[in-house]
């Protein structure tokens, strides 16, 4: 498999992960010390497992979420890489009768490891956001 396949594996059961809530499965995208920012969104930011805490807390109250991720570019420069990849949220958010939806960019610093690619920095970058409550 090449570098870029191996990345888009990544990006996509990151995509997984959150959709279906499997934050174990969430966890396996990451290092142990991985930093991930989620604050562009109003979220969380923090370690992984900081992070996984947060979601059990907070992302059931969300019914439904389809992450799109496209447009993946990778700097590959041996065992590490810095990818860019855009991403497109439709959901439900609860309290909201209409489709919510939110887009942008998610940067990452990647490392290779025994067991693949995996992220060590996540920064989200929330351009967009339609649907909000009380909008």
């Given at each position: 498999m090449t570098d870029e396949a191996g990345i888009a594996?990544?990006?996509?059961?990151y995509a997984r992960a959150v959709d279906t809530k499997d934050w174990e499965l969430y966890r396996s995208v990451f290092t142990d010390d991985a930093h991930i920012d989620y604050s562009s969104a109003g979220a969380v930011v923090g370690s992984r497992d900081e992070v996984v805490d947060w979601f059990v807390a907070n992302f059931g109250v969300i019914p439904w979420s389809m992450h799109y991720i496209t447009n993946?570019?990778?700097e590959i420069d041996g065992d590490t890489?810095?990818?860019?990849?855009?991403?497109?949220n439709p959901m439900q958010l609860p309290g909201v009768a209409k489709m919510s939806s939110c887009g942008g960019y998610y940067h990452h610093e990647m490392v290779r490891t025994a067991d693949g690619w995996?992220?060590?920095?996540?920064?989200?970058?929330?351009v967009w956001f339609e649907g909000a409550p009380g909008d």
């Open positions: 594996r990544l990006l996509y059961r993946i570019e990778a890489a810095q990818v860019r990849a855009m991403f497109y995996r992220s060590r920095r996540l920064r989200e970058e929330n």
